[in-house]
């Protein structure tokens, strides 16, 4: 079955960084774009980064604007795996961070990773 599992997270200060993981299974990831969202406490989930299949190539990478030129994403098709990287992490960057794609109108989550960013 259809498996995304997320690893990474953590407690940090504020200005460091993390790198998130998510390791697809059960489908064939590298057809597939991936995005990263994020949920904080008393919020909606909202997108994070986005990132096309590889037969896409030519399409740009997406980033919510209050993470831009701080949240790097990217993928190793070969792993199937998606990662995001977060520099310069903030206190409002906390929150549990989930990977995600759609098939045929279905979406798929995995369980999410804490990340709290705190002094």
């Known amino acids: 079955q259809v498996q995304l599992v997320e690893s990474g997270g953590g407690l940090v200060q504020p200005g460091e960084s993390l790198r998130l993981s998510c390791v697809g299974s059960?489908?064939?990831?590298?057809?597939?774009?991936m995005s990263w969202y994020r949920q904080a406490p008393g919020k909606e989930r909202e997108v994070v980064a986005t990132?096309?299949?590889?037969?896409?190539?030519?399409?740009?990478?997406s980033y919510a604007d209050s993470v831009k030129g701080r949240f790097t994403i990217s993928r190793d098709d070969a792993k199937n795996t998606v990662y995001l990287q977060m520099d310069n992490l903030k206190p409002e960057d906390t929150a549990i961070y989930y990977c995600?794609?759609?098939?045929?109108?279905?979406?798929?989550w995995g369980q999410g990773t804490q990340v709290t960013v705190s002094s």
């Open positions: 059960g489908f064939l990831f590298k057809l597939y774009t």
């Open positions: 990132i096309p299949s590889s037969d896409k190539i030519g399409h740009a990478l």
């Open positions: 995600n794609f759609d098939r045929w109108g279905t979406r798929y």
